[in-house]
């Protein structure tokens, strides 16, 4: 769900540049270049109801992948929602990347904090450290 004035700061969908496939995409990518969050929940069940791809649809979609990656190249490549697991080939999910993509946590997207992400690190980092100094004294123990 999006706040209607928040689809209409962004300028909506962009119909031109992507006719079939990935206005969706670039609609969530200009959100989130404004700060807006992107909630995914596996949860849920999304229907998209479009015809099948066909070879005659091939051209159009290259194109589309083209222009997605022309007006968002840099942000597609640090994407959290693309797996690090997957290729960045010109064809999206068509192969195993290797070796695969570093799947460190990313603070920040368009230079935006997360101050959620970043408690949970400092907290994960206080975790870790009385594990280490809990092992070592367990070492210690005759």
């Known amino acids: 769900m999006t706040r209607r004035s928040d689809y ?6 962009d119909e031109v540049r992507f006719p079939i496939n990935f206005h969706d995409v670039d609609y969530c990518l200009k959100l989130r270049a404004l ?3 992107i ?3 596996p949860h849920a069940k999304l229907v998209h109801d479009e015809p099948a791809r066909s070879e005659i649809q091939a051209p159009l979609f290259e194109r589309e ?3 997605l990656r022309t007006k968002w ?3 597609l490549a640090a994407d959290p929602y693309y797996s690090p697991m997957l290729s960045l080939d010109p064809r999206p999910f068509s192969a195993l990347g290797w070796p695969p993509r570093a799947m460190g946590p990313r603070e920040s997207l368009f230079g935006i904090e ?6 949970s690190l400092a907290i994960a980092e206080c975790v ?3 594990l280490t100094r809990s092992a070592g004294a367990q070492a210690q123990k005759p």
Do not use: D, I, K, Y
Not at 8 to 13: P, Q, S, W, Y
Not at 114 to 119: C, E, F, I, Y
């Open 8 to 13: 209409l700061e962004v300028g909506g969908m």
């Open 35 to 37: 700060g807006r969050r």
């Open 39 to 41: 909630v995914f929940t």
């Open 65 to 67: 992948v083209q222009n």
């Open 73 to 75: 190249g840099s942000v």
């Open 114 to 119: 997360s101050p959620g992400l970043t408690a």
């Open 128 to 130: 870790v450290e009385h």
